[in-house]
């Protein structure tokens, strides 16, 4: 059965870094999102993209964030400078249409900032 | 604005007994709703999703869902829980999630 992978498993970078967090979609999925869950808390939207732009991003989802669909298969979250409230699990979901169809989400991706 | 609320952070479940865990949402339109399971290291799989029709949602592992509009709910049950069922449970509202419910199973 296909699935979403996320690369890596678990970042750690200084404070004021630059990541990039990795996720390969279904292959026949159009619609792609990323989500962040702080260590105890709720999951949080941060944005969807379709047709390579983005169709809908939370207030979370500010300037020092930025998606990206690279090449065919990659999609990306770059956090430009990160700070300590930035280390959460953040999880890559995939759908083939956009708020009715089921997303599959990855495994996700730990974040730890220092 | 949507919102989700789990008012449960933690229910205790013997096994084989039911289950059931709450959920209220506030949403102008027709919701659309889902339950998502995740457990520990885990990403989240979807258990159910309502956006129409029969307000009784059937889902994957045993596990089914009533939309009530007029309580403004969507709870989740399971009327035998096993063992493997020990996880957290989100509910969900377009894209916003609860705060989820975790759920120990005891022997």
Redesign the interface.
Known sequence: EPEVTQTPSHQVTQMGQEVILRCVPISNHLYFYWYRQILGQKVEFLVSFYNNEISEKSEIFDDQFSVERPDGSNFTLKIRSTKLEDSAMYFCASSSGIRTDTQYFGPGTRLTVL | AQSVTQPDIHITVSEGASLELRCNYSYGATP?LFW?VQSP??????LL?Y?SGDTLVQGIKGFEAEFKRSQSSFNLRKPSVHWSDAAEY?C?V???????TTVTVRA
Do not use: N, V
Not at chain 2, 95 to 100: D, I, T
């Open positions: 659309y998502y290291g885990q990403g989240l799989q979807l999703k956006f989100f969900a377009q894209l916003s999630f609860g705060a989820g």
